[in-house]
């Protein structure tokens, strides 16, 4: 698979990708084209990452797959803008999303990895519909990318849901959470089970349920200690069918 060769951060960026662009009409298309956006890029306002953001998103919302691509590559870009990944990324259609990131692995956890990141609000105070639209945007992610087969993006997924779980106790998303892993089975369920003994905190949150029927192999198992809820210690108690 070939890999775009881009500059730092900044004006030059955004002008290779442009003109390196997956789909041919999606580039400049002449050579005055190509000034234009050069000039565009270098005399234009600055924007931040997240104002800039807002407009790729505009376009990807119609779920075509150069816009998409190119929203969550200029995401991937900028992992340190928490307003860019709490305020603008979790905006875009979760299932939108993960079609995209499965044709962009490289990108997809750099994404998934700087969302688990901003949790737990540095930059900024994270309102509470924020966190709660965090939460279920990466279960709805995790989700999707369950049934499609991609583990890895799966497994990212549900990991950063967790870091977000667990930090804000949000209780909407937890019955929607707690119904979707009663779903699981398979290697969507060791991966979940993995990803709960990993996060105690976020495991905690789901010790009212009494009818887990996950099966999960030896290696989970003994990831699973003791001191986390019984929900976790009866998935990692089930035996491989």
């Known amino acids: 698979m070939t890999q775009q060769l881009l500059p730092a951060a900044g004006p030059w960026r955004d002008i290779v990708r442009a003109a390196t662009a997956r789909d041919p009409h999606s580039r400049p298309q002449t050579a005055a084209d190509l000034r234009k956006l050069i000039q565009d890029k270098l005399a234009g306002p600055v924007l931040t990452p997240a104002a800039r953001g807002e407009s790729l998103l505009a376009a990807a919302h119609s779920g075509h797959p150069g816009p998409v691509e190119t929203f969550l590559s200029f995401t991937a870009d900028h992992p340190e803008d928490q307003a860019l990944y709490v305020g603008v990324l979790t905006q875009l259609k979760p299932e939108t999303t993960a079609e995209g990131l499965v044709r962009l692995p490289a990108e997809a956890e750099l994404l998934i990895e700087a969302l688990s990141s901003h949790a737990a609000g540095q930059q900024r105070r994270i309102s509470h519909p924020e966190a709660y639209r965090a939460i279920l945007w990466l279960q709805r992610v995790a ?10 993006l799966m497994d990212e997924a549900a990991r950063a849901m967790c870091v977000w779980d667990g930090i804000w106790d949000q209780y909407r998303p937890r019955d929607v959470i707690a119904a979707w892993l009663l779903t699981l089975r ?18 905690a949150h789901f010790r009212i349920l009494r009818s887990f029927d996950l099966r999960v192999t030896g290696p989970v198992r003994r990831r699973v200690g003791p001191a986390l809820p019984w929900m976790v210690q009866r998935m990692a108690q089930a035996v491989s069918g």
């Not at 989700?143 to 890895?152: P, R, T």
């Not at 993995?194 to 996060?199: K, P």
């Open 143 to 152: 989700a999707f990318a369950a049934a499609a087969g991609s583990w890895d």
């Open 186 to 203: 398979g290697e969507a369920a060791v991966l979940m089970a993995a990803a709960l003994g990993d996060h105690p905190g976020s495991a």
